[in-house]
């Protein structure tokens, strides 16, 4: 253990996860230090200096502390994330730490874990897809190497199951041996930890990722470190080993939460919902650091997953990761309580760079028009299904039936996938078998001769 410089027994407040201490002399931002007390050591960081007060928060919480037989030893360095070719198969808690106790071995470096700034003029535009094995996503969404793209899911919806469906099942084509996951979990259960490990242990996606559990019962200073480690270990497999990484990070909403929690306890002003007004700036540090960079054979692409309080996508913590990240896919109650998993409503869903990604070389040609067709159809079919409890089945035409039971398959067939890996090439056998229900007049956005092709038929 690095030695201690300096030792100061002036602590005079302690607030939530936070202390406060005075008279420290030339500190730094983000310093380490080390917190003695009669019953043991513990570690913290300092969040704030002004004059000669230093506010600091603690990762091993404060409970038990007290001002009278606390003191602070300034470690004179920062918060590191130690990084190797080891870290592959390992469970971690949001410290960087094995989740068992044991020590890391085999360790090539320790970085910081403020990352590695991506210079914009060497960020390159994403060109190649992340294939999920989810049709909903894989052929209407389609998930970019480079981009970040949020999942955004209700109280009770399968969330979690989607994201462990997507780590099992995750690839770049053509470098599955380059490709790698890196899973941060923030806030679960002790269930909820454990049914991510035994998904993982049973389906061997464990041997390809790195996985950093933070339970709820962990403090919320750890809560903010969990994402910070899991991308710079992230940025040493992609931009020093050259891995096309993709980091899954769920839930923000309760990272967000622990951002408010400590912010109260710092006594600032609060902003929307009583969440700190520099949220905004926080999420960005974390979700810029996806990208892709010129030179570099590596990426890294992020899928969060926020929880929507009541369903709500106007809540702060949603509402700014919308603005940050290049699309959102939503998971919608209604398609959920009918049955279908995993709930994708594609029609608020959007992948903003999908077309950096698909087409001749990529997916497939008409890959656009193909993703288009379902959604002119889909949504057709919801609004003839809302006029249909107006003006009842006689009210409508032959073709409005026709695209009514169009949407009930493409809900219970397209959509409804449950836990099947599909390649692309299986999703459009499915998405076709959907179209064929519908007239070719109606078929207006797919070239004529991939209609002849596909269903045998012309107008």
Not at 36 to 62: A, H, K, N
Not at 121 to 136: F, H, L
Request: proline share 5%; hydrophobic share 40%; with cysteine.
């Amino acid at each position: 253990m690095r030695l201690a410089l300096e030792g100061y027994r002036s602590v005079f407040g302690i607030a939530g996860p936070l202390i406060f201490v005075s008279g420290i002399r030339e500190a730094g931002y983000s310093e380490l230090v080390r917190i003695e007390t009669p019953y043991g050591l513990r570690s913290g960081q300092i969040l704030q200096i002004q004059d000669d007060i230093c506010v600091i928060q603690v990762f091993d919480g404060t409970m038990g502390l007290n001002t009278g037989e606390t003191t602070v030893w300034l470690e004179r360095d920062v918060v590191k994330m130690p990084v190797g070719l080891s870290l592959v198969g390992q469970v971690l808690n949001g410290r960087g730490r094995s989740i068992d106790g044991t020590p890391l071995s085999f360790i090539d470096k320790d970085l910081p874990i403020t990352g590695m700034p991506i210079n914009p003029v060497r960020r390159t535009s994403p060109n190649a897809y992340v294939e999920t094995g989810i049709s909903s996503i894989d052929m209407m969404n389609t998930l970019v190497r480079g981009q970040k793209l949020p999942i955004f899911s209700g109280s009770g919806l399968p969330a979690n199951e989607i994201a462990a469906q997507i780590v099992q099942q995750a690839a770049v084509p053509g470098r599955e041996t380059d490709f790698l996951v890196i899973f941060a979990a923030m806030g679960i259960t002790r269930r909820e930890a454990r049914y991510f490990i035994d998904t993982f242990e049973s389906t061997g996606a464990i041997n390809n990722g790195i996985f950093f559990m933070n339970l709820a019962s962990d403090s919320a200073v750890e809560r903010l470190l969990t994402p910070r480690m899991a991308l710079t270990a992230a940025e040493y497999f992609a931009f020093e080993k050259g891995y096309d990484v993709l980091v899954i990070m769920t839930d923000m909403l309760y990272y967000c939460e622990s951002l408010r929690e400590i912010s109260a306890a710092r006594e600032e002003v609060p902003g929307r919902r009583g969440y700190p007004g520099y949220m905004y700036s926080d999420l960005a540090e974390i979700y810029e650091r996806a990208g892709c960079v010129e030179n570099c054979q590596g990426s890294i692409t992020q899928i969060p997953i926020i929880t929507m309080p009541d369903d709500d996508m106007t809540h702060p913590v949603v509402d700014l990761s919308g603005y940050i990240t290049e699309g959102q896919i939503v998971l919608d109650r209604g398609i959920h309580d009918r049955g279908a998993y995993p709930p994708i409503n594609v029609l608020p869903s959007l992948s903003r760079l999908m077309n950096k990604g698909i087409g001749k070389g990529k997916t497939f040609d008409y890959h656009r028009a193909l993703a288009d067709q379902l959604y002119a159809s889909y949504a057709r079919a919801l609004e003839l299904s809302r006029l249909r409890l107006i003006v009842g089945d006689d009210g409508l035409t032959e073709t409005e039936h026709l695209y009514i039971k169009f949407g009930e398959n493409f809900e219970r067939n397209f959509v409804n996938q449950r836990h099947i890996h599909r390649t692309i090439a299986e999703s459009i056998n499915v998405a076709w078998q959907c179209l064929s229900e519908l007239p070719v007049r109606e078929l207006y956005r797919l070239p004529e001769h991939y209609i002849t092709e596909k269903l045998g038929r012309h107008e």
